[in-house]
């Protein structure tokens, strides 16, 4: 399928089996954006093969850039923000960058009450996220 917002010098490497909770692909040469393809794709069941493939992908790389995007998210249980912040903790340590973007207003809800808007850095769209990966590029 062709989206002109993962195009560019991207190439995607792709887990996307039909059934596969997420969809990796390359983008802007730098960046793995990961998308949730599932309404419900944050439950329970799904947390720990969600969890190896993002870790997977920071083992991959020295320094890597994740793009999360919750589009297509209407649920998010603890255990995925859990699974988030380990995330963002193992990229941190990497001297990495993450970054949320298209996440719902009830789903921001949690992200405000639980106070990690503060932790992430969270973008209305992925054209902000991308963009802010390019401020930083040369960091």
Request: proline content about 4%.
């Amino acid at each position: 399928m062709f989206d002109p917002a993962t195009t560019g010098t991207a190439a995607a490497s792709d887990t996307a089996a039909a059934d596969a909770p997420v969809r990796v692909s390359v983008i802007d040469g730098h960046v793995h954006l990961v998308e949730f393809v599932q309404s419900k794709v944050l439950d329970e069941a799904n947390i720990t093969g969600i969890g190896a493939k993002v870790d997977e992908l920071i083992d991959a790389s020295e320094k890597p850039r994740l793009l999360l995007d919750f589009e297509a998210v209407e649920h998010l249980s603890s255990a995925a923000l859990g699974m988030l912040i380990n995330a963002n903790n193992r990229i941190r340590e990497k001297n990495g960058q993450l970054r949320l973007c298209n996440i719902r207003r009830q789903i921001m809800e949690v992200f405000t009450i639980t106070k990690l808007d503060t932790l992430f850095k969270i973008f209305p769209d992925r054209p902000s996220a991308r963009e802010s990966f390019d401020k930083h590029r040369s960091a």
